[in-house]
């Protein structure tokens, strides 16, 4: 009875654990505080605004002409022959970024973990892009690859292979191709960090069990070192694929979507509509559209891996 | 001890939140801090606009001292958005340098800018080309004006390296057929007849509408804009188009013209591997800091044989210069309007290398050789505005720039780039009245 006493005393004030957790939260208003105040200011209220505006029709100067036209702008994006070519630019730049960044990073890092020569020198070789800025590199690519004032043909024509010269990123069928090698080349070197990272953790004595059991090297990265990065993959797939859905400033600074749309990529057409055309409505709905892709591509890659993991 | 240890850390907490928030709430909203009480945004970031703008400045701010102007320039590429989204929020500048036309409309017709009808009526006499559908359609709206013109922009200009014509014994063009012939003679040699970069889209653009003026006249083409009448698909408009196609065709521009930007092609012109180069006088401006290093003619863009309107020219008030709604001090931006309009700061203007719009500067000071085609460009009798600022934004820097830039790419016909342009201008702004 006692006890049942007690318990019910406990149950009407709560638990001690429960009621320390109640006492914390004053205390911890102020470490989380401003965080959540610029998550709400800089990204919800942002978010919300994109959400709200995507439903109207407005020139982006005057406030009080915001008419609302509910979703007269995700129908007209059916109808929007560069929206379709933009969202397909869009997904072979995620498809094929995502597999050469985390291809060459595994590549790189596993390299990098052999203990080569000049291996520390290579680390830094191919992380240095990813600190320098994309406009610069922008600005550096599209001087170089200028067929009229540019390095490579010059250089082509230097070493015998003239006939390769083109006109790069004046091409429609090349332009694409190139941005998207240029952004795996800048940012793959930070997903060889984070392989790199996880293969320090993986513990020394299954290398040596495989060894002791007869495997070669390319066995036992095969079938141990891999298989042990599986959940390292699916993150570095999972930030390179967001990290590609978002590109702007590799496409922007380096063809602004041209020749012809050429290089046109969701984020790039919506800026396009928000803040030239002046449809602020209709570049909202494009860059929900992106919004919505990017969260179902989290969703879904998260569930997979997950399953994969069980 | 622990719990001095937590309220220490709660304190300092609180005390970075509260620095966090005192530095989101200083400042003045992004304005510059050199403490001037008006401010001026513009795209005159370099050569002569940009010293000009910064003699007109100091000279204001020495003799107003209680009033001083600071400014923010932004590269052309970028201005357009910047000064768009300025323009859109609660604090624009106190005085907006644009390019007028489509913006102009934009802006009054959301009440952004302030009606200077009355000043301009009384002051337009100091302004050459004041009349002229290239000035007048840049800033006015329903009948009122709201902005006034620092420039006088010549655009179909044809700059040539005099020494590099001379070497190859080629005269100066005097006719289009003139052109065709030294670009013949100079391809053959494996020089790039005319620089080009349309990586931006209005550099092709601003070559069409040379021919388009030419071809068309500066009527057919304003009552295009305006759908009275005429259609994009009208076959002079199509032959504009397939005059800059047939260049093309001869191989007259760079391997780069569709992937170079106007840098490159300014560059390739002034590094001596191109002859010509055809843009607007603003090219001139950049000799203030950077001459070239050769001697370049400079001469309206010639008369193609048998055009209807030989002598109709594109020229505008370039850079044009209102006052926002939103300005904190609107009486003293009036009176920097003023002041920098003035013959005694034009002539500051035209001294380095500006097409000042304002009568008399250039000829009081401008260099040279830069006099006779601003004589040309002020005595123009037929003006056409840019096509491409003149037209909706979706039109005009959407479907204009690209499918041109396809157009010189060899992907798309002149027949394809001018219905193109007719279908975006059918949906955008409805059926061509006659």
Same mark, same amino acid.
């Given at each position: 009875?006692?006890?049942?006493?007690?318990?019910?005393?406990?149950?009407?004030?709560?638990?001690?654990?429960?009621?320390?957790?109640?006492?914390?939260?004053?205390?911890?208003?102020?470490?989380?505080?401003?965080?959540?105040?610029?998550?709400?200011?800089?990204?919800?209220?942002?978010?919300?605004?994109?959400?709200?505006?995507?439903?109207?029709?407005?020139?982006?100067?005057?406030?009080?002409?915001?008419?609302?036209?509910?979703?007269?702008?995700?129908?007209?994006?059916?109808?929007?022959?560069?929206?379709?070519?933009?969202?397909?630019?869009?997904?072979?730049?995620?498809?094929?970024?995502?597999?050469?960044?985390?291809?060459?990073?595994?590549?790189?890092?596993?390299?990098?973990?052999?203990?080569?020569?000049?291996?520390?020198?290579?680390?830094?070789?191919?992380?240095?892009?990813?600190?320098?800025?994309?406009?610069?590199?922008?600005?550096?690519?599209?001087?170089?690859?200028?067929?009229?004032?540019?390095?490579?043909?010059?250089?082509?024509?230097?070493?015998?292979?003239?006939?390769?010269?083109?006109?790069?990123?004046?091409?429609?069928?090349?332009?694409?191709?190139?941005?998207?090698?240029?952004?795996?080349?800048?940012?793959?070197?930070?997903?060889?960090?984070?392989?790199?990272?996880?293969?320090?953790?993986?513990?020394?004595?299954?290398?040596?069990?495989?060894?002791?059991?007869?495997?070669?090297?390319?066995?036992?990265?095969?079938?141990?070192?891999?298989?042990?990065?599986?959940?390292?993959?699916?993150?570095?797939?999972?930030?390179?694929?967001?990290?590609?859905?978002?590109?702007?400033?590799?496409?922007?600074?380096?063809?602004?979507?041209?020749?012809?749309?050429?290089?046109?990529?969701?984020?790039?057409?919506?800026?396009?509509?928000?803040?030239?055309?002046?449809?602020?409505?209709?570049?909202?709905?494009?860059?929900?559209?992106?919004?919505?892709?990017?969260?179902?591509?989290?969703?879904?890659?998260?569930?997979?891996?997950?399953?994969?993991?069980? | 001890?622990?719990?001095? $240890?937590?309220?220490?850390?709660?304190?300092?907490?609180?005390?970075?939140?509260?620095?966090?928030?005192?530095?989101?709430?200083?400042?003045?909203?992004?304005?510059?801090?050199?403490?001037?009480?008006?401010?001026?945004?513009?795209?005159?970031?370099?050569?002569?606009?940009?010293?000009?703008?910064?003699?007109?400045?100091?000279?204001?701010?020495?003799?107003?001292?209680?009033?001083?102007?600071?400014?923010?320039?932004?590269?052309?590429?970028?201005?357009?958005?910047?000064?768009?989204?300025?323009?859109?929020?609660?604090?624009?500048?106190?005085?907006?340098?644009?390019?007028?036309?489509?913006?102009?409309?934009?802006?009054?017709?959301?009440?952004?800018?302030?009606?200077?009808?009355?000043?301009?009526?009384?002051?337009?006499?100091?302004?050459?080309?004041?009349?002229?559908?290239?000035?007048?359609?840049?800033?006015?709206?329903?009948?009122?004006?709201?902005?006034?013109? %620092?420039?006088?922009?010549?655009?179909?200009?044809?700059?040539?390296?005099?020494?590099?014509?001379?070497?190859?014994?080629?005269?100066?063009?005097?006719?289009?057929?003139?052109?065709?012939?030294?670009?013949?003679?100079?391809?053959?040699?494996?020089?790039?007849?005319?620089?080009?970069?349309?990586?931006?889209?209005?550099?092709?653009?601003?070559?069409?509408?040379?021919?388009?003026?030419?071809?068309?006249?500066? $009527?057919?083409?304003?009552?295009?804009?305006?759908?009275?009448?005429?259609?994009?698909?009208?076959?002079?408009?199509?032959?504009?188009?397939?005059?800059?196609?047939?260049?093309?065709?001869?191989?007259?521009?760079?391997?780069?013209?569709?992937?170079?930007?106007?840098?490159? %092609?300014?560059?390739?012109?002034?590094?001596?591997?191109?002859?010509?180069?055809?843009?607007?006088?603003?090219?001139?401006?950049?000799?203030?800091?950077?001459?070239?290093?050769?001697?370049?003619?400079?001469?309206?863009?010639?008369?193609?044989?048998?055009?209807?309107?030989?002598?109709?020219?594109?020229?505008?008030?370039?850079?044009?210069?209102?006052?926002?709604?939103?300005?904190?001090?609107?009486?003293?931006? %009036?009176?920097?309007?003023?002041? %920098?309009?003035?013959?005694?700061?034009?002539?500051?203007?035209?001294?380095?290398?500006?097409?000042?719009?304002?009568?008399?500067?250039?000829?009081?000071?401008?260099?040279?050789?830069?006099?006779?085609?601003?004589?040309?460009?002020?005595?123009?009798?037929? $003006?056409?505005?840019?096509?491409?600022?003149?037209?909706?934004?979706?039109?005009?820097?959407?479907?204009?720039?690209?499918?041109?830039?396809?157009?010189?790419?060899?992907? $798309?016909?002149?027949?394809?780039?001018?219905?193109?342009?007719?279908?975006?201008?059918?949906?955008?702004?409805?059926?061509?009245?006659?």
């Amino acid at each position: 009875m006692a006890t049942l006493t007690t318990e019910a005393s406990a149950a009407a004030h709560g638990s001690p654990r429960v009621g320390r957790r109640r006492r914390k939260w004053p205390a911890l208003i102020p470490f989380l505080g401003p965080a959540l105040g610029f998550y709400l200011m800089f990204l919800i209220i942002p978010l919300a605004g994109t959400i709200f505006l995507s439903l109207t029709d407005w020139n982006g100067f005057d406030f009080g002409k915001i008419d609302f036209v509910g979703v007269t702008n995700y129908t007209a994006l059916a109808h929007d022959p560069v929206f379709k070519s933009a969202l397909w630019h869009t997904l072979i730049f995620v498809a094929v970024a995502v597999v050469l960044k985390t291809v060459g990073a595994l590549a790189a890092s596993l390299a990098i973990n052999e203990r080569l020569p000049l291996a520390t020198l290579f680390r830094g070789v191919y992380v240095m892009p990813t600190v320098i800025s994309m406009v610069v590199i922008g600005v550096v690519f599209n001087l170089a690859l200028s067929p009229t004032l540019g390095l490579i043909n010059p250089f082509l024509d230097a070493i015998g292979l003239g006939h390769y010269a083109g006109t790069w990123l004046g091409d429609p069928n090349k332009a694409l191709p190139i941005i998207i090698l240029l952004d795996v080349w800048q940012n793959f070197g930070i997903y060889m960090l984070i392989y790199i990272s996880a293969l320090v953790a993986i513990p020394e004595d299954l290398g040596e069990a495989a060894r002791v059991d007869g495997a070669s090297r390319w066995q036992e990265i095969r079938r141990v070192t891999i298989p042990m990065l599986r959940s390292t993959t699916g993150i570095v797939m999972l930030l390179a694929g967001i990290d590609s859905l978002k590109v702007f400033t590799t496409v922007y600074v380096m063809t602004r979507g041209g020749p012809d749309h050429a290089t046109e990529v969701l984020s790039t057409w919506g800026y396009d509509q928000a803040f030239t055309q002046n449809d602020v409505g209709y570049g909202s709905a494009i860059m929900v559209v992106l919004l919505a892709i990017a969260f179902v591509f989290a969703f879904v890659w998260l569930r997979f891996f997950r399953k994969v993991g069980e | 001890m622990r719990r001095n $240890t937590r309220w220490g850390a709660l304190a300092a907490a609180g005390a970075a939140a509260v620095l966090v928030l005192a530095g989101c709430g200083a400042g003045d909203g992004g304005k510059s801090s050199s403490g001037g009480s008006m401010t001026l945004l513009s795209e005159w970031t370099d050569g002569g606009s940009a010293a000009s703008i910064q003699s007109t400045i100091d000279s204001w701010n020495k003799a107003n001292p209680d009033n001083k102007m600071t400014q923010r320039s932004i590269g052309n590429e970028d201005f357009m958005t910047a000064s768009r989204t300025a323009m859109s929020g609660d604090n624009p500048p106190d005085v907006l340098q644009f390019e007028g036309f489509s913006d102009t409309v934009d802006y009054a017709k959301a009440g952004k800018l302030v009606d200077l009808t009355g000043w301009w009526n009384a002051n337009k006499s100091r302004f050459a080309l004041a009349d002229s559908p290239g000035v007048t359609r840049s800033c006015t709206y329903q009948g009122k004006v709201y902005c006034v013109p %620092m420039s006088s922009n010549a655009q179909s200009v044809l700059f040539y390296n005099a020494k590099m014509l001379a070497d190859n014994g080629i005269a100066p063009p005097k006719t289009y057929d003139d052109v065709v012939a030294a670009g013949e003679k100079l391809n053959a040699k494996g020089i790039t007849p005319i620089a080009l970069g349309d990586k931006d889209g209005w550099p092709g653009a601003q070559l069409w509408m040379t021919f388009v003026a030419q071809l068309c006249g500066t $009527t057919m083409a304003d009552q295009a804009v305006d759908r009275k009448g005429p259609k994009w698909t009208d076959q002079c408009f199509t032959d504009a188009a397939a005059q800059v196609d047939s260049l093309r065709q001869k191989g007259f521009f760079p391997k780069g013209v569709v992937s170079d930007d106007y840098n490159g %092609m300014v560059s390739l012109f002034e590094s001596g591997k191109a002859a010509f180069i055809s843009t607007g006088s603003w090219f001139i401006g950049s000799w203030q800091s950077a001459p070239p290093p050769f001697q370049v003619g400079a001469e309206y863009f010639p008369p193609v044989t048998g055009a209807a309107h030989p002598d109709d020219k594109v020229a505008y008030g370039g850079d044009v210069v209102g006052i926002p709604t939103g300005g904190k001090n609107q009486a003293e931006a %009036m009176k920097f309007l003023d002041y %920098m309009t003035s013959l005694d700061q034009a002539k500051v203007w035209a001294k380095n290398y500006y097409f000042s719009a304002v009568k008399g500067a250039v000829a009081a000071s401008g260099p040279a050789n830069i006099k006779d085609l601003y004589d040309q460009t002020a005595s123009a009798e037929n $003006t056409l505005g840019s096509l491409d600022l003149q037209l909706p934004p979706a039109v005009g820097q959407d479907v204009l720039y690209n499918s041109f830039q396809s157009l010189l790419g060899g992907k $798309t016909t002149p027949q394809q780039f001018t219905a193109a342009l007719e279908k975006s201008a059918q949906a955008t702004q409805g059926p061509s009245q006659p």
